[in-house]
Each structure stands twice: as structure tokens, then as C-alpha cells.
């Protein structure tokens, strides 16, 4: 029994090896275009993000051997069942309707199994839930039938970013040279290698930003605001569609996002209309120290105020309380 054991993990690992192998292979056949849809390809789309790389490693590692080995095993039971237990080599079948031991293993080993896939898929969630510190806040709103991106703290508002007219069909967009159901008027502009937060949220219908490169798929809702995060590995384009079924032209609502070097995003959000987190620092500098020197000055006109009450009634109530701040 041991020995059978044993020669069953080694298929399984096989297999997995096996499985993995027809993905590269995959991966081989269909040249890989970066950020969007390859022609023919029978993989998981290349990731330029940390979560994408957790969920091809969850997918590949876990998922495919245990999904292979249990298709396998079901396979052989039949193939099994069906040249072994036939009317012709088993004429008389057994009596008997249960046997303990095996409804106990049917039981046991798939809950088992669970709990393995369980572990794996709750680090991975948790990892998407624990956003670090995010450098970029940005707002995706889904309409019938296209995105609009806000940066509510750079002050950039309502940038609506619609699939291109030529992209609606497949001649016209090789005539184009724009990508099929994926090219869009204004792209979602955000730098290379800073942690940006994604809100999303419907403002009709549910929708759902889903960008594979980076690993992303949240629902947009009406009246609610979902949030997810990416920190793009590399510069370039990379394209997504809404997810969620939200009528007539769902298909037409593609996502793209385009990474940028910091210097270029300071400069779009500056041309946007908006002003950069420098900015904004400086700002907030300058502000405070006016500020500062308001308070002073008030401080400075109130302790006047208070001697001058002081000299005219030394003992009324009136002087003590506007004394009050100066002592502060
Ligand atoms: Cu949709």
C-alpha cells in the first residue's frame, strides 16, 4: 500500500510537471503580445504586477496539478468500471451497497484537498486586501458603456476614456493598427512602480474592472466603493474589459491602462489640470507657514488689546478672558 502511495504522489507531481509544460509550450506556440489578448493562446495572460505573479503561481502550482491528477484518477475509475464491470466480464455483479472505509476516504481526502487549495487562496485574498501605502489614488467609475477616471487628490476630474470607433471592428482596426475591442480615446495614465489604489464603483449598473496584466477584477456597484491595487512592474500598455454583463454594449467598454515613467505622470496630471504631490507639499508647506504667521500676529494683536483693557479696568472679567489667549 505504501509503495502504491508513493507511485501516486509521483504521478501527481508528473502531471503537474506535465501540465505546466503544455502552459510553456502554450506560451511558445502563440508569440506573446504584452498587456492584451495573445491569438491561440492557451495560458494565463503575462503579469507586470506582483498579485498577477501570486495568482499564475496559485493557478500553475496548486489548481492545475490537483485539477489534473482528479481528472486523471475519475478518468481510470471509469475506463475501469466500464472494461471491468461489464455484463459480459462480470455477469454476476456483487450484493453488497456500502463499504465504510472507501465512503470514509471520499469524504475525508477531498475536504482535505480543500483545506490545501483554501490555504493557498486566503493568503492570496489577504495579500489583495492588505494594500500597502498607497503613491496614486485613482477613481474608476463604469458608465453604460465606458470608464471615467478621476485622481481626487491630484484635482483631475472626469477623464472619459471611451473605446475608439475604428477599434469596433476587426478590419477597421488593423486598418487603424489599434487593437481590436481594446483601444481607447484617453488611456488611464499612472507611474511605473508606485502603489496605486483603484476605487471603483457603477454609476448605473454593476460593472467590473478587470485588467489582467496586473492581476485586477473588481465589481463596480452603484452606491458602493470597491478598491484594489497594483504597482505596474514596467513602463507600456495594458488593456482589460469591464467584467460584469451590463447591457447592450458591454463589449465595448474596454479598460487601458498606460504606466508611465513619475516624471511623465507629473507632467499629465499638470496638463490635466491638477497639481502633483510635490505640489501639493509645497502648497501645504506654504500654507501652514502663512498660518503660522497669522497666528503670531493675532497672538501679538490680542496681547495689545489685553494690556490696553488691563490699563482701563484692571479688575473686569472682560480682561481676564481676552487675556486668556495671549498666556497661550
Ligand atoms: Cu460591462
Not at 490555504?119 to 492588505?130: H, V
Amino acid at each position: 500500500m505504501g509503495i502504491r502511495r508513493l507511485t501516486l504522489a509521483g504521478w501527481g507531481a508528473a502531471l503537474g510537471a506535465g501540465a505546466t509544460a503544455l502552459m510553456s509550450a502554450g506560451m511558445a506556440f502563440a508569440q506573446d503580445k504584452e498587456g492584451m489578448p495573445t491569438d491561440k493562446a492557451i495560458h494565463l495572460q503575462q503579469g507586470f504586477a506582483e498579485l498577477k505573479h501570486d495568482a499564475i503561481w496559485f493557478h500553475n502550482i496548486v489548481l492545475m496539478p490537483v485539477i489534473t491528477v482528479i481528472t486523471l484518477l475519475v478518468l481510470v475509475l471509469l475506463i475501469w468500471i466500464i472494461v471491468r464491470y461489464n455484463k459480459r466480464t462480470n455477469p454476476v455483479p456483487a450484493k453488497f451497497s456500502h463499504n465504510t472505509a472507501i465512503e470514509i476516504a471520499w469524504t475525508l481526502i477531498p475536504v482535505l484537498i480543500l483545506v490545501v487549495i483554501a490555504f493557498f487562496s486566503f493568503s492570496l485574498l489577504r495579500k489583495y486586501n492588505d494594500m500597502p501605502t498607497p503613491d496614486v489614488v485613482v477613481k474608476a467609475t463604469g458608465y453604460q458603456w465606458y470608464w471615467t477616471y478621476d485622481y481626487p487628490e491630484l484635482g483631475v476630474e472626469g477623464v472619459e476614456s471611451r473605446l475608439l470607433p475604428e477599434a469596433r471592428e476587426l478590419d477597421t482596426a488593423h486598418k487603424a493598427n489599434v487593437p481590436y475591442l481594446l483601444g481607447v480615446d484617453n488611456e488611464l495614465i499612472v507611474p511605473v512602480g508606485k502603489v496605486v489604489q483603484v476605487q471603483v464603483t457603477g454609476y448605473d449598473v454593476i460593472h467590473a474592472f478587470a485588467l489582467p496584466a496586473f492581476g485586477l477584477k473588481t465589481d463596480a456597484v452603484p452606491g458602493r466603493l470597491n478598491s484594489t491595487w497594483f504597482k505596474a512592474e514596467k513602463t507600456g500598455i495594458f488593456y482589460g474589459q469591464c467584467s460584469e454583463l451590463c447591457g447592450v454594449d458591454h463589449a465595448f467598454m474596454p479598460i487601458a491602462i498606460r504606466v508611465v515613467t513619475p516624471e511623465q505622470f507629473d507632467a499629465y496630471i499638470v496638463k490635466a489640470g491638477g497639481k502633483t504631490k510635490a505640489m501639493l507639499a509645497a502648497e501645504a508647506a506654504a500654507a501652514k507657514i502663512e498660518a503660522e504667521k497669522a497666528a503670531a500676529d493675532a497672538a501679538a494683536a490680542s496681547s495689545a488689546t489685553a494690556a490696553s483693557a488691563a490699563t482701563d479696568a484692571p479688575a473686569g472679567e472682560a480682561a481676564v478672558s481676552a487675556a486668556a489667549p495671549a498666556v497661550q
